[in-house]
């Protein structure tokens, strides 16, 4: 069953145009002149019931302006939206009774008191009987681990913690459907396995569904069932990881540092920079060499003092989807 | 309505919880609040025993329309004055958004979310500040009653004064110098109107219902002015209309910020 249906959304914002010079500065204060910027572009989706979709695209690609459209808090400049059966923005005070919304850089706790207290707010907010609250409460709580965290202030927390805490927020009223925008930005590798797994657990067990966006690879790939990738404002692709990859290759880059001379073996290593004789930087492709084995073949020549291996970023992947559509 | 109260009831709380991770910053905000706002009778006491107060109205009913404004001002502040600060605050820092979240009216949550009790200060002294006028100038305890009761339309204009600057601030992502345009409007309502020129008097009652925050309803009470002009407190109830239509029509072009 669909739960959320976009047709053709756009979404506009006029900013004030500015050019240098004090002449132009004070010609702006009288008159204005504004462009239009176009954020979002004839985007089509659906999503249904029980998935995790991930959005994504690099920075300014246009996925939080889908998010904001999406949780009823902008208007679409043009297109449709419908989620749950509600239309967003004009039904915004019944609609987000049903959702939940979590953005990675803005904080739902009060700062100054633990998250415990700030808990409170939204068994109020959302009338969630006492006993039922508790409940909810202790269960969130104890699968994300954080039982002695939320009685400290949230200002003392941890990025990851106070993260996990914004998770608790988010879900208390038990929401059908979750957006989640960067859930994992600045996150060390432990938060972000954490949160990962309780994502993968709250939609197992509840069937809750999520929508992340993300310009995180990892992210998609331990998570998302489906991915819709964003680019400029446009829908670029949409189907499963194992499609993207097929399309976009399986790439990762590699930086080795080595006691000895470095050796790299001739067959899925492209693009290679030596840095120093005992440092390299190259592409690996993972459909012709595994990472293993790459590991074994430069062991066998030297021993390895330090191993860096990273996705490509967005933009990369981005340009592979262009280059196979063409 | 319910709801809304047991909401105000839960930020009350936690804002005072936050507001004791700093305690000394908290109790000593609160006595300069009060002392600040005891000392306007004082003002006035010294100011018109000098100048002979303001032709017919006396010292007594100068004490009034000061008393009546402050209260009005304290009882507003009460549960509005953390507003402007509040959604600049959300504004700069892209939070507003967030407050759109709640299953509930977005003014009502913005109201429950800025509670701030540093201006209980504000309110206590407004209250002293009537009392003690009310003693001073030999009005009837019901002519008391009466002209509180009558405050209600200044705290109408108060609040309409909260909501359309904050919503120029969701608009304009303005500055916090708005704020000080409500202590200007307070100070221009500390006059009898008949000081001002004829254009700027109708005015005050009308477009910018200054009058109404003590001027008429004092008028009124102590017979200064005849019955009919209580006809004026439309205008404070046009401009809450007016402020509350600005606010949803902000909501309705609100843009959000990048990232
Ligand atoms: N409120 C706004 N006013 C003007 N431009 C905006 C606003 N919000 C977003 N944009 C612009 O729209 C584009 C998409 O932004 P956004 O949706 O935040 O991207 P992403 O979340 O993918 O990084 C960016 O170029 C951004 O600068
Ligand atoms: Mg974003």
Known sequence: MDIITITDLSKTFKVPKRKEGLKSAIQSVFRRQYETKHAVKNVTFRVRSGEIVGLLGPNGAGKSTIIKALTGILSPTSGEIRVLGFEPFSQRKDYVRHIGALFGQKSQLWWDIPPADSFTLSQHLYEIPKQEFERRKNDLVEKLGIQDIIHKPARNLSLGERMKCEFVMALLHRPKLVFLDEPTIGLDVFAKQAIREFITYTNKEYGTTYILTTHDMDDIEHLAHRVIVISGGEKVFDDSFAALRKIAGVTKHVRVVTQKKVVLPKKGVRGVMHISPYEAQFVLDREILGIRDLVKAIAQKTEIIDLTITDPPVETIIAQLYQAKA | ?259
Request: glycine fraction near 8%.
């Open chain 2, 1 to 259: 309505m319910k709801h809304w109260l047991r909401i105000e009831a839960v930020c009350a709380s936690l804002a005072i919880r936050s507001r004791m991770a700093y305690r000394l910053d908290f109790s000593l905000s609160f006595i300069g609040m009060f002392l600040a706002h005891l000392a306007l009778p004082i003002y006035i006491v010294l100011l018109y025993g000098v100048s002979a107060g303001f032709g017919e109205w006396s010292i007594g009913d100068m004490l009034l329309l000061t008393g009546t404004i402050q209260l009005a001002r304290g009882a507003t502040s009460m549960i509005m004055s953390g507003l402007i600060w509040h959604t600049n605050e959300r504004v700069q820092q892209g939070t507003f958004d967030l407050l759109l979240l709640a299953p509930v009216n977005a003014l009502g949550h913005l109201l429950n979310r800025s509670i701030d009790f540093e201006d209980s200060g504000l309110f206590l002294s407004g209250m002293l500040v009537f009392i003690i006028a009310v003693v001073i100038s030999g009005i009837t305890w019901w002519q008391a009653l009466l002209l509180a009761l009558l405050a209600s339309f200044a705290i109408m204009f108060f609040a309409s004064l909260y909501i359309l600057f904050a919503a120029i601030t969701v608009r304009y992502i303005s500055t916090l110098r708005l704020f000080e345009f409500q202590d200007i409007a307070a100070q221009y309502a500390q006059f009898p109107l008949h000081i001002y020129p004829s254009l700027l008097a109708t005015l005050f009652i009308t477009l910018i219902p200054l009058a109404v925050v003590g001027y008429i309803p004092v008028g009124v009470v102590t017979g200064h002015l005849p019955m009919i002009m209580l006809g004026s407190l439309i205008f404070p109830v046009l401009f809450l209309g007016f402020s509350v239509w600005y606010w949803h029509n902000t909501l309705t072009h609100y843009t959000s910020a990048g990232g």
